[in-house]
């Protein structure tokens, strides 16, 4: 019994150290919170792995990523709000998809009224190492958007996307 316990004790003494150690390892960034409002303040590159990736917001609290559709590099905004993957008709041609004046039967309600929109499907859009395919778009005219929009229908083909302290972590 005397031996159980000293082999108890021991191992909670070697766990607190082993613990200790392993708190000191964990690189941490005190200043993470500044970074966000400081003038000269770059957001970091995503971080990927695998089928996984994480973002920074900039300093407005959005998320940018570029992406490659149809094989071009399109950046976007990662917009929760927007039910369809939005693309400005400059970026559409880019990537090859190039609706017709006949297309645009849709309307898309924006921040700034309703306006007239195409639908499209993207066959393939790759984010970091996620790819999703089939995806439900819109193209809108460049004067009715400013940026492309990442929105449900990219993001709802995904395992999970969260937001927590400050990053987006969107994992396939």
Same mark, same amino acid.
């Given at each position: 019994?005397?031996?159980?316990?000293?082999?108890? +004790?021991? %191992?909670? &003494?070697?766990?607190?150290?082993? $613990?200790?150690? @392993?708190?000191?390892t964990?690189?941490? !960034?005190?200043?993470?919170?500044?970074?966000?409002?400081?003038?000269?303040?770059?957001?970091?590159?995503?971080?990927?792995?695998?089928?996984?990736?994480?973002?920074?917001?900039?300093?407005?609290?959005?998320?940018?990523?570029?992406?490659?559709?149809?094989?071009?590099?399109?950046?976007?905004?990662?917009?929760?709000? +927007?039910? %369809?993957? &939005?693309?400005?008709?400059?970026? $559409?041609?880019? @990537?090859?998809?190039?609706?017709?004046? !006949?297309?645009?039967?849709a309307?898309?309600?924006?921040?700034?009224?309703?306006?007239?929109?195409?639908?499209?499907?993207?066959?393939?859009?790759?984010?970091?190492?996620?790819?999703?395919?089939?995806?439900?778009?819109?193209?809108?005219?460049?004067?009715?958007?400013?940026?492309?929009?990442?929105?449900?229908?990219?993001?709802?083909?995904?395992?999970?996307?969260?937001?927590?302290?400050?990053?987006?972590?969107?994992?396939?």
């Amino acid at each position: 019994m005397r031996q159980l316990l000293f082999f108890a +004790a021991v %191992l909670l &003494v070697v766990g607190g150290y082993v $613990a200790r150690y @392993a708190d000191s390892t964990v690189e941490t !960034r005190p200043d993470a919170q500044a970074a966000v409002v400081q003038p000269g303040y770059e957001p970091r590159d995503p971080s990927t792995s695998g089928r996984s990736l994480i973002l920074d917001g900039d300093r407005q609290g959005h998320f940018q990523v570029e992406a490659r559709v149809e094989g071009r590099f399109v950046d976007f905004v990662v917009d929760t709000g +927007a039910s %369809l993957v &939005v693309l400005r008709e400059s970026s $559409a041609a880019l @990537a090859g998809i190039r609706p017709q004046p !006949r297309d645009y039967t849709a309307t898309a309600v924006t921040a700034n009224g309703k306006i007239k929109a195409a639908r499209a499907t993207i066959e393939r859009i790759e984010v970091g190492g996620i790819t999703v395919y089939d995806v439900p778009a819109m193209v809108l005219p460049d004067e009715a958007l400013t940026k492309n929009l990442l929105g449900v229908s990219f993001l709802s083909r995904l395992k999970r996307y969260e937001y927590a302290n400050g990053r987006l972590v969107l994992e396939q």
